[in-house]
């Protein structure tokens, strides 16, 4: 009504409204499509791709001092990196630009991926696999970034989701295919990264450079701040928006990365020792995290207002893996939890996307990165610190259960006092 006050709307709201420039159907968009899930499922491949050879690193580096903590060090160092130098890669995407850092560090990827096949030394494999995860820092930002270029609205919401669905089945995929080529020789497996000297040409043939959206970018993020001065001009960089989505991120890899983690250990403390059952019960709950991504995909809802019902659902799901006394009711758990973690991801990543414009996508995706595999990183030493606390794993699940349910109050309980509250700005149309 005319004179009336309310509050305007979200950037995703706004967001949803402006079209995707590019094309979104044809054989040029499905390349584009697969090329950049495909760049997305590299630094899963670092992740998991040499864990089944470890044991066989072991024996081969016996000899070598302080062998029994440095090898499983080169399993999780590119993760370490990548939390560290995610930010500075978002900076540096945003000053040379999306594509050509992206084809750059592929190549560089197959580089620094294959170079443990000629080195001898564990301490100079250690420090290739660092390089690999600045590699993924660069490639999964570039990757996240030109996605939320090159896709607006709906369109966004579907390919980040698309993006989570990927990384999790690569992961059984990369695991499988890991062990398989790995019974030949604990090196071969160090072959598979050379395939993205396949990805880098098609990349830089088949990518196009993004451009900003002035109409939808950062014009239309002030005029939703009602700040008509500074509409025709770029923005200061959100830092308070963006704070509180990476802290929440930050919080939610915890959550997410428990139950691949953790799983095999939780089965063991209920006497499973086969390790087909184990293997199996983690393939199920990572296809409930599939699952979960696709139901959050089809959904088409906003992401923040369905935050707190994705943490009450993974809250949920570590409840019944704290109480299970049975394997069937842990993997019941484990499938409940992991659905809420496949929509969990793409709802945090599609929330921060949406707090960006164009000239900051860059470094606020390489913020959100750090974030996450920060998360990543530190989840296994907090339910470590956290077990011996309360005595088991299991008890470890159960709190982390507790906080997630905190957080889910949390949200809701902001997410109410939102829409309660009445915003005395101009509505967007009152300022032209």
Same mark, same amino acid.
């Given at each position: 009504?005319?004179?009336?006050?309310?509050?305007?709307?979200?950037?995703?709201?706004?967001?949803?409204?402006?079209?995707?420039?590019?094309?979104?159907?044809?054989?040029?968009?499905?390349?584009?499509?697969?090329?950049?899930?495909?760049?997305?499922?590299?630094?899963?491949?670092?992740?998991?791709?040499?864990?089944?050879?470890?044991?066989?690193?072991?024996?081969?580096?016996?000899?070598?001092?302080?062998?029994?903590?440095?090898?499983?060090?080169?399993?999780?160092?590119?993760?370490?990196?990548?939390?560290?130098?995610?930010?500075?890669?978002?900076?540096?995407?945003?000053?040379?630009?999306?594509?050509?850092?992206?084809?750059?560090?592929?190549?560089?990827?197959?580089?620094?991926?294959?170079?443990?096949?000629?080195?001898?030394?564990?301490?100079?494999?250690?420090?290739?696999?660092?390089?690999?995860?600045?590699?993924?820092?660069?490639?999964?930002?570039?990757?996240?970034?030109?996605?939320?270029?090159?896709?607006?609205?709906?369109?966004?919401?579907?390919?980040?989701?698309?993006?989570?669905?990927?990384?999790?089945?690569?992961?059984?995929?990369?695991?499988?295919?890991?062990?398989?080529?790995?019974?030949?020789?604990?090196?071969?497996?160090?072959?598979?990264?050379?395939?993205?000297? *396949?990805? =880098?040409? @098609?990349?830089? &043939?088949?990518? #196009?450079?993004?451009? !900003?959206?002035? /109409?939808?970018? %950062? $014009?239309?993020?002030?005029?939703?701040?009602?700040?008509?001065?500074?509409?025709?001009?770029?923005?200061?960089?959100?830092?308070?928006?963006?704070?509180?989505?990476?802290?929440?991120?930050?919080?939610?890899?915890?959550?997410?990365?428990?139950?691949?983690?953790?799983?095999?250990?939780?089965?063991?403390?209920?006497?499973?020792?086969?390790?087909?059952?184990?293997?199996?019960?983690?393939?199920?709950?990572?296809?409930?995290?599939?699952?979960?991504?696709? *139901?959050? =995909?089809? @959904?088409?809802? &906003?992401?923040? #207002?369905?935050?707190? !019902?994705?943490? /009450?659902?993974? %809250? $949920?799901?570590?409840?019944?893996?704290?109480?299970?006394?049975?394997?069937?009711?842990?993997?019941?758990?484990?499938?409940?939890?992991?659905?809420?973690?496949?929509?969990?991801?793409?709802?945090?990543?599609?929330?921060?996307?949406?707090?960006?414009?164009?000239?900051?996508?860059?470094?606020?995706?390489?913020?959100?990165?750090?974030?996450?595999?920060?998360?990543?990183?530190?989840?296994?030493?907090?339910?470590?610190?956290?077990?011996?606390?309360?005595?088991?794993? =299991?008890?470890?699940?159960?709190?982390?259960?507790?906080?997630?349910?905190?957080?889910?109050?949390?949200?809701?309980?902001?997410?109410?006092?939102?829409?309660?509250?009445?915003?005395?700005?101009?509505?967007?149309?009152?300022?032209?």
């Amino acid at each position: 009504m005319p004179g009336s006050v309310s509050p305007p709307p979200s950037p995703a709201a706004v967001d949803d409204a402006a079209p995707s420039p590019v094309a979104v159907s044809g054989p040029a968009h499905l390349v584009r499509v697969a090329l950049l899930m495909a760049g997305s499922c590299l630094p899963i491949l670092g992740a998991v791709l040499i864990a089944p050879v470890l044991p066989k690193m072991q024996d081969h580096f016996a000899s070598t001092p302080g062998a029994k903590a440095l090898v499983p060090l080169a399993l999780t160092v590119p993760a370490l990196s990548l939390a560290l130098l995610a930010p500075f890669a978002g900076v540096i995407v945003d000053r040379l630009g999306r594509k050509r850092l992206l084809v750059v560090m592929t190549v560089l990827y197959a580089v620094f991926g294959t170079a443990p096949l000629w080195l001898d030394s564990l301490g100079a494999i250690i420090a290739s696999r660092a390089l690999v995860g600045v590699a993924e820092a660069a490639i999964m930002t570039c990757c996240t970034t030109l996605i939320g270029d090159y896709y607006s609205g709906h369109r966004r919401v579907k390919y980040l989701a698309l993006q989570t669905m990927c990384a999790s089945a690569s992961a059984t995929v990369f695991f499988v295919l890991g062990g398989a080529v790995g019974a030949a020789g604990w090196k071969v497996p160090f072959w598979v990264y050379a395939v993205s000297l *396949v990805l =880098a040409p @098609l990349m830089a &043939s088949s990518l #196009p450079s993004p451009a !900003a959206r002035p /109409a939808t970018e %950062a $014009a239309t993020q002030a005029a939703i701040e009602g700040d008509p001065v500074t509409s025709a001009h770029r923005r200061p960089f959100p830092w308070r928006q963006l704070a509180g989505i990476c802290a929440l991120t930050f919080f939610g890899a915890m959550v997410f990365y428990t139950v691949p983690v953790e799983m095999a250990y939780l089965l063991d403390d209920l006497g499973v020792a086969d390790s087909g059952v184990i293997g199996l019960a983690t393939a199920i709950a990572s296809a409930a995290t599939v699952g979960g991504a696709v *139901v959050f =995909a089809r @959904l088409k809802r &906003s992401p923040d #207002p369905m935050l707190p !019902a994705v943490f /009450a659902l993974c %809250a $949920a799901g570590f409840a019944v893996m704290f109480l299970a006394g049975s394997t069937p009711l842990l993997v019941v758990g484990a499938v409940i939890n992991c659905l809420g973690t496949g929509m969990m991801l793409p709802a945090l990543l599609t929330s921060a996307m949406s707090r960006l414009a164009f000239e900051d996508r860059g470094r606020g995706t390489g913020l959100w990165m750090a974030a996450f595999f920060g998360g990543e990183f530190v989840c296994p030493l907090v339910l470590l610190a956290v077990e011996s606390g309360v005595g088991s794993l =299991a008890g470890a699940v159960g709190v982390l259960g507790v906080a997630a349910a905190l957080v889910a109050v949390g949200l809701w309980v902001a997410a109410r006092r939102r829409v309660g509250a009445v915003d005395p700005r101009p509505l967007p149309e009152q300022l032209v």
